[in-house]
């Protein structure tokens, strides 16, 4: 079957780093994509990562590793606007996305 | 660019009822989605298209829910009869292809509610 392991929630001050993990198991992986999504809001793209490495966009990286089936997106510098939910995402065929079940940010003074 | 457009924003019916949802995707994206969200979880897949074919609807509860996008553009969703557990959020999205790493571009969704 296909799975997807993120931590449900994650706490940090302003100006600290925080790395969310995602481990998965799936068969088709094409790559992982991450998305923000605030309460109530739509899900927005952050990133995506189809080979191995980091990939940097401004404040946040997103990395992924195929042989350990694992990856994570970094938010540095973090900001009151950064709360919010995190979902990785692994990608099959079509581009189909298959999401986790999310790691709630939240920032504090 | 005008971003995906979902109508309604809520809505509440009793179980039994149907309902339908709209989505008017980004201009120009050939590649259409609904996903369903229930409360604490991520984004379910119910049916992917194509222009205006389907290319998966895998998870899509077939017994009830039924979508169809005319034409290659606007999109409906429907659900008869609703039962309580379809309590969700209904997303759309869309985007430019089907292909690897391009990302999806959501609509605020329908936050519909089974009484």
């Known amino acids: 079957g296909q799975s997807l392991e993120q931590p449900s929630e994650v706490t940090a001050v302003e100006g600290a780093i925080v790395q969310i993990n995602c481990t998965y198991q799936t068969s088709g992986f094409y790559g992982l994509s991450w998305y923000q999504q605030h309460d109530g809001g739509a899900p927005t793209f952050l990133s995506y990562n189809g080979l191995d490495g980091l990939e940097e966009t401004g404040r946040f990286s997103s990395f992924l590793s195929r042989s350990d089936s694992y990856g994570y997106l970094l938010l540095q510098e973090l900001q009151m606007k950064d709360s919010a939910s995190y979902f990785c995402?692994?990608?099959?065929?079509?581009?189909?996305?298959?999401f986790g079940a999310g790691t709630q940010v939240v920032v504090t003074p | 660019e005008a971003g995906v457009a979902q109508s309604p924003r809520y809505k509440i019916i009793e179980k039994r009822q149907s309902v339908a949802f709209w989505c008017n995707p980004i201009?120009?994206?050939?590649?259409l989605y609904w996903y369903q969200q229930i409360l604490g979880q991520g984004p379910k897949l119910l049916i992917q298209?194509?222009?205006?074919?389907?290319?998966?609807d895998s998870q899509l509860p077939k017994d009830r829910f039924s979508a169809e996008r005319l034409k290659g553009v606007d999109s409906t969703l429907k659900i008869q009869p609703a039962k309580l557990e379809d309590s969700a959020v209904y997303l759309c999205?869309?985007?430019?292809?089907?292909?690897?790493?391009?990302?999806?571009?959501f609509g605020d969704g329908t936050r519909l509610s089974i009484l």
């Open positions: 298209f194509q222009n205006n074919g389907v290319v998966d």
């Open positions: 201009s120009g994206h050939a590649t």
């Open positions: 995402a692994v990608i099959g065929s079509w581009g189909k996305l298959q």
């Open positions: 999205a869309s985007s430019l292809e089907g292909g690897m790493g391009q990302p999806q571009h």
